[in-house]
């Protein structure tokens, strides 16, 4: 069965330090990329996705992924992180033609100490 | 980009109850989807429809079943509600008809089952 495995249950940061989650996926044809946030007390917002082309992509409020495909990840990174980004972290992957539904990893939550 | 409605922020029910979760897009696209998010665990896919009276079971059905009679509304439905139902209820639709834009997702319904 597909999975997708996020490897950091939860992060602790200063401000102005770097962020790097970690996000692998288990399927080897062709996917969709995502990560979502959900603020606290806030619905899930799209950060990024990858669909096709430069596998380095950005997002909004500065963060970017990058999709290694021979290492079937979806790392999100920011360079440096603001108490604002305390937040609930999601990677996606939806498979091609399968009616568009969702994978979703475990989650991992930032709390970034001002 | 569409949006998504979801009845109830909160909802508190008794052990045994039939409840019903309800949730509207504003645009007319097919697929709509129920996930439910857990700590540690995600978002699990519960339902999806991609269609009007077509539904498809996802992760973790048991327990559940769904009703779609119109395309802009996908109503869950716990027949009978137990207490490890207790969760955060996301009900999610695709930004356009064929399913290839990124989710949107509503603010979610918390359940408490007592």
């Known amino acids: 069965a597909q999975s997708v495995s996020q490897h950091n249950h939860h992060v602790i940061l200063s401000e102005a330090a770097s962020l790097e989650l970690g996000c692998n996926y288990s399927?080897?044809?062709?996917?969709?990329l995502f990560w979502y946030v959900q603020y606290p007390g806030q619905h899930l917002q799209l950060l990024l996705k990858y669909f096709s082309g430069d596998p380095l992509v950005k997002g909004i409020k500065g963060f970017e992924a990058e999709f290694i495909k021979s290492k079937f990840s979806f790392n999100l990174r920011k360079p440096s992180v603001q108490w604002s980004d305390t937040a609930e972290y999601f990677c996606?992957?939806?498979?091609?033609?399968?009616?568009?539904?969702?994978?979703f990893g475990q989650g991992t939550e930032l709390s970034v100490k001002p | 980009d569409v949006k998504v409605t979801q009845s109830s922020r909160y909802l508190v029910k008794r052990t045994g109850e039939k409840v019903f979760l309800e949730c509207v897009q504003d645009?007319?696209?097919?697929?709509m989807f129920w996930y439910r998010q857990d700590p540690g665990l995600g978002l699990r896919l519960i339902y999806f429809s991609y269609d009007v009276k077509m539904k498809e079971k996802g992760d973790i059905p048991e327990g559940y079943s769904v009703s779609r009679e119109k395309k802009e509304r996908f109503s869950l439905i716990l027949e009978s509600a137990s207490t490890n139902q207790t969760s955060m209820y996301l009900c999610a639709a695709p930004g356009d008809s064929f399913g290839e834009a990124e989710a949107f997702f509503g603010q979610g319904t918390r359940l408490t089952v007592v």
């Open positions: 645009m007319d696209h097919e697929n």
């Open positions: 996606a992957v939806r498979i091609y033609n399968q009616g568009g539904k969702l994978i």
């Open positions: 399927y080897g044809g062709t996917v969709n």
